[in-house]
């Protein structure tokens, strides 16, 4: 993650991620600060390079460009980018999350049990579960999500 956090300004250049991030937090009524400047061209970073990262190191990566930032308001920052749709929250094994600036199209994640890797899959249940699902349940359902997990190539030795 460190690589791609480095070179957040020249990737905010050239991805609109960082842009549509920080016109979001206006639209919310949120100041156009450092801090958020800083979150959302780390973001775009971590979105061109398909990263995904958990908070607590996204904070760490950038008190190295700003020693005062707070942890609280990245945390925040995170929570209403997830709220608003633009990040995707994945459960991990150990109870905590990891994060992803994914596409708005519809797609589900797989992650790996032992490194945390996480990748998108466009991979879905056909429509007849869900059907299936309803009408054993009497419910109408509204979404859903896929929760994919295992072990990746590299854990299990592969190349």
Same mark, same amino acid.
């Given at each position: 993650?460190? !690589?791609? /956090?480095? !070179?957040?300004?020249? &990737?905010?250049?050239?991805?609109v *991620?960082? =842009?549509?991030? +920080?016109?979001l937090f =206006?639209?919310?009524?949120?100041? #156009? ?10 973001? &775009?970073? +971590?979105? *061109? *390079?398909?990263?995904?990262f ?10 190295e460009?700003?020693?005062?930032? $707070? ?10 980018? %997830?709220?608003?749709? %633009? +990040?995707?929250? /994945?459960? /991990?094994?150990? $109870?905590? !999350?990891r994060?992803?600036?994914?596409g708005?199209t @519809? @797609?589900? !994640?797989v992650?790996? #049990? ?10 879905? +249940?056909?429509?007849? %579960? ?7 349940? #009497?419910?109408?359902? =509204?979404? @859903? *999500?896929?929760?994919?997990? $295992?072990?990746? $190539? ?6």
């Amino acid at each position: 993650m460190r !690589h791609s /956090i480095k !070179h957040a300004e020249e &990737a905010s250049q050239t991805a609109v *991620s960082a =842009d549509t991030i +920080l016109l979001l937090f =206006d639209d919310l009524g949120m100041r #156009n600060t450092r801090p958020r400047r800083l979150i959302a061209e780390g973001l &775009a970073a +971590l979105a *061109s *390079s398909g990263t995904d990262f958990a908070v607590h190191d996204l904070w760490r990566e950038l008190l190295e460009f700003d020693p005062s930032i $707070g942890r609280a308001t990245v945390y925040r920052a995170v929570d209403v980018l %997830v709220e608003q749709g %633009v +990040l995707d929250r /994945i459960p /991990i094994s150990s $109870g905590t !999350h990891r994060y992803r600036l994914c596409g708005a199209t @519809h @797609h589900h !994640h797989v992650r790996c #049990n032992r490194c945390e890797r996480v990748v998108e899959v466009d991979a879905c +249940l056909p429509p007849e %579960v869900f059907a299936a699902v309803a009408t054993a349940t #009497n419910f109408t359902i =509204d979404g @859903h *999500s896929l929760e994919l997990f $295992g072990r990746c $190539g590299m854990c299990r030795g592969e190349r």
